[in-house]
């Protein structure tokens, strides 16, 4: 499975921007998804996650309420809907596929745990998001 994000750019504090995950080589409705994000100098963070076998989803607390993670079977995309940006959010997304099994990832989202990146696999190349005045 190989992934490419896009969507990314420069955005004033307050705006929004929709990014892309786009799948190719095999279908992602047969994985969960996460996005991440790594800003200059910091770890890389677990933002959202999706799980098509259930639709459940996970946001870290800091962007509840404003990003909002959906999927396009036909188009094999996942997006992450970023609204409400703040100056912090400015980082390099990227989204990966999980090498969980659909319903280990069901538990974990609807218990709300965090992502952890060594549990994801085939990463995309990542996304610019810059979020400034």
């Known amino acids: 499975v190989q992934l490419a994000e896009s969507g990314g750019g420069l955005v004033q504090p307050g705006g929004s921007l929709r990014l892309a995950c786009v799948g190719s080589?095999?279908?992602?409705?047969?994985?969960?998804v996460g996005w991440f994000r790594q800003a200059p100098g910091k770890e890389r963070e677990g933002v959202s996650c999706?799980?098509?076998?259930?639709?459940?989803?996970y946001y870290r607390d800091s962007v509840k309420g404003r990003f909002f993670v959906s999927m396009d079977n036909a188009e094999n995309t996942v997006y992450l809907q970023m609204n409400s940006l703040k100056p912090e959010d400015t980082a390099t997304y990227y989204c990966?596929?999980?090498?969980?099994?659909?319903?280990?990832?069901?538990?974990?989202?609807?218990?709300?745990?965090?992502?952890?990146?060594?549990?994801?696999?085939?990463w995309g190349q990542g996304t610019q998001v810059t979020v400034s005045s």
């Open positions: 990966a596929t999980d090498k969980l099994p659909m319903s280990i990832r069901a538990v974990k989202n609807q218990a709300g745990e965090a992502l952890n990146s060594e549990d994801f696999g085939s």
């Open positions: 080589g095999l279908s992602l409705s047969y994985y969960a």
């Open positions: 999706i799980n098509n076998g259930d639709n459940s989803t």
